[in-house]
């Protein structure tokens, strides 16, 4: 590190980061928050738009009853409290895709209150927990598109109505890297309870970060910007960190922070606006809905009905599968391949042979295709028969691997590739001794140097017969072959 590299580290290190972020999360909902337009992502634009999310005269709004239900469900999984009655309030403020001129959304009375997640732990084994003020209801506007027609923006509308919920973080974070961590353990539990898509190029999952800077061991907050415009958890982590250093810039030189809305272009942020304040919306109830009241029994229902949460499974799969930390980490990040291996898990009856395949051959085989292992060809029972196969000595792993790559191709059982392509194991002594002896004359070099005492050449030598057998010959077998030929 050079002279001035470290110099700045020393700066950043007298101040202390504070970050609360608002992650705007669009709902599952086959329907849009208000009407009864297709909530669907990718249609032709303004095709899923009808009076109320155009915001013609006398259009009313009605309240999905599903979107109320997963944002309470989402709530809860939040550990927070969700309010018996809650109030809809118009948020007024101009922009070309927003056409009613104000927005849907919750003020003073939200859906929840005074949840938290836990991130971690720290050094001394205490967990990070970051708590979150709120979670309310609204509706998502319209979008802007620059880049469609020369000198103009063409607005489109299908998003416009689109319900969401808020979350929005205490002022609990301390670092760009405990940011990221935040994000991606609220987007596995969002995805867990299946509230969510939670993708952020489709833009059902946006993050806005607000950001200040104090001296170390100071307690009250400094003046803070919000940062926007962020696509990736690891550009909310590069913006913070680059944002967090002009913050220290400015205060090392004496000057002030502005409270403004900056955009992050994906190297730099730079000013949009001056940062409003609540009072600058003119926050109102919403004349055209009445308050929204739960009862406490539904409440409790949605509770029960709560799918296992990420932290529980991860835990359960500690204990129940005897699985190390980080394959329980793999295999718990979506809830997807945490079902897909359970049952492999379950068929087969050994956990660890199951997870090392999941991780292996399935993982790798996704990953290549960029298909989800929910629509994976290879069904859990067919992988765990392949494993029985392995086990049961009726094909090598070598064979196995071969199989599997068929039952990718085709979907078909893998004892019927095993007969069809004669990949079953190969255990009769004529046999493996005539692979040897064509395997001994095409290698005398290395035969005769294991001869000699290079017993590292046995792998190499039982390598060519598994080769020249296409898989099928018995590993087992067949050492004890080769340990006898050259014993004599």
């Not at 055209?288 to 029960?304: G, Y």
Request: some cysteine; hydrophobic content about 40%; glycine content about 8%.
């Amino acid at each position: 590190m050079t002279a001035t590299a470290t110099a700045a580290a020393t700066t950043l290190d007298r101040w202390e980061m504070v970050v609360g972020l608002e992650v705007h999360v669009q709902l599952k909902t086959r329907t849009k928050a208000f009407c009864s337009c297709s909530a669907d992502f990718g249609a032709a634009p303004n095709a899923n738009t009808c009076p109320v999310c155009l915001a013609l005269p006398g259009a009313l709004p009605v309240l999905n009853e599903r979107a109320v239900g997963l944002a309470t469900r989402a709530a809860l999984a939040l550990n927070c409290a969700v309010q018996p009655v809650s109030i809809f309030a118009r948020k007024n403020y101009f922009y070309p895709d927003l056409p009613k001129g104000y927005q849907i959304s919750q003020f003073d009375k939200p859906l929840a209150l005074d949840g938290h997640i836990e991130i971690g732990t720290r050094a001394g084994g205490t967990p990070i927990r970051i708590g979150i003020t709120r979670v309310h209801m609204e509706e998502d506007a319209g979008k802007s598109i620059h880049d469609r027609f020369a000198g103009v923006t063409a607005i489109d509308l299908n998003r416009s109505g689109v319900p969401l919920i808020e979350i929005v973080s205490e002022p609990d974070i301390r670092s760009a890297e405990q940011a990221g961590a935040y994000l991606r353990v609220l987007k596995q539990i969002l995805e867990y309870i299946d509230v969510s898509d939670v993708n952020m190029e489709e833009g059902s999952l946006r993050v806005d970060a607000n950001v200040s800077a104090r001296r170390r061991g100071e307690t009250k907050l400094g003046t803070k910007t919000e940062v926007k415009n962020m696509n990736s958890f690891s550009g909310v982590e590069r913006a913070l960190e680059v944002e967090f250093a002009r913050h220290v810039g400015v205060l090392d030189a004496g000057g002030s922070i502005e409270q403004q809305t900056m955009l992050w272009d994906g190297t730099s942020v730079r000013p949009a606006r001056s940062k409003e304040g609540s009072h600058d919306y003119r926050y109102f109830p919403e004349p055209d809905l009445p308050p929204l009241i739960l009862a406490p029994e539904w409440i409790e229902q949605v509770r029960k009905d709560l799918p296992e949460l990420p932290a529980a499974r991860r835990s359960r799969f500690l204990e129940d599968y005897k699985l190390g930390e980080y394959d329980v980490d793999v295999l718990t990040a979506n809830p997807r391949l945490a079902d897909y291996y359970e049952s492999v898990a379950r068929a087969h009856g050994e956990p660890k042979a199951a997870a090392n395949w999941v991780m292996g051959e399935v993982m790798a085989t996704l990953k290549t295709s960029g298909e989800d292992v929910s629509r994976f060809r290879v069904r859990p029972a067919d992988l765990a028969a392949l494993l029985n196969l392995v086990r049961d000595g009726v094909v090598s792993h070598t064979a196995a691997k071969q199989i599997f790559g068929h039952m990718v191709a085709t979907g078909d059982p893998p004892a019927q590739i095993a007969e069809r392509e004669g990949l079953v194991k190969v255990d009769d002594d004529a046999q493996l001794a005539a692979w040897l002896d064509e395997v001994i004359a095409e290698n005398p070099a290395e035969a005769e140097r294991y001869r000699n005492g290079e017993k590292k050449l046995q792998g190499v030598l039982i390598g060519a017969v598994m080769k020249k057998s296409k898989g099928r010959a018995d590993p087992r077998k067949l050492n004890q072959l080769l340990i006898a030929r050259f014993a004599s």
